[in-house]
């Protein structure tokens, strides 16, 4: 399980202003932000998901709101393969994704923080994919690390018709931290 570190704290920040109706905590580790989320009064319901059955037994023995529902799911598989999931429309996701690069692809990989070759493609799969569960007007917040490649991953929302904004970045040790407001042009 991913421990909430630098990068978690950064993005919980700005999730009080922006989560809003039913928010998705993808890769929710801890349940950080799904919990911070469900503070809010602007928020009906959470889903916190993550591919980590051990993350996900953690949220459950912790769980302090009962707006969440906790579920073992690899990205959007909850919603596309089980039924009674499968019409949810999210306004707000919420993603601290794995981001960083491994370019040699020797090491065992460690899903709670290689995010690909380059380091951005599993963003650009979550990204994709979210359309299709993203409410037309909702939005996300996504966190990333300089190392990502942050020019390939605005060209590859430019691309794709999305908008995005800096919301805020921090500087650690070797990189920045970046987090973006995206939403669908």
């Not at 993203?134 to 390939?152: A, E, M, N, R, Y």
């Amino acid at each position: 399980m991913y421990e909430p570190a630098e990068d978690s704290f950064l993005l919980k920040k700005h999730i009080s202003k922006y989560a809003k109706g039913i928010v998705l905590d993808m890769g929710t580790g801890s349940g950080i932000q799904a919990e911070e989320a469900a503070k809010s009064k602007k928020v009906v319901k959470v889903f916190g998901v993550d591919i980590n059955e051990d993350s996900i037994k953690y949220c459950i023995r912790n769980q302090k709101s009962k707006k969440i529902i906790y579920a073992q799911s690899d990205m959007f598989n909850l919603f596309r393969l089980v039924r009674r999931y499968s019409k949810i429309k999210f306004d707000t996701i919420i993603f601290n994704p794995p981001y960083l690069p491994d370019p040699e692809k020797e090491n065992v990989k460690d899903i709670a923080l290689d995010g690909g070759k380059n380091g951005y493609e599993l963003i650009t799969k979550f990204i994709n994919q979210s359309k299709y569960y993203l409410k037309p007007k909702g939005k996300i917040l996504l966190l990333f690390s300089s190392l990502t490649g942050k020019d390939q991953l605005d060209k590859f929302l430019t691309k794709n018709y999305w908008k995005y904004k800096e919301l805020d970045r921090q500087h650690i040790f070797f990189e920045d931290l970046i987090v973006y407001l995206i939403t669908k042009q």
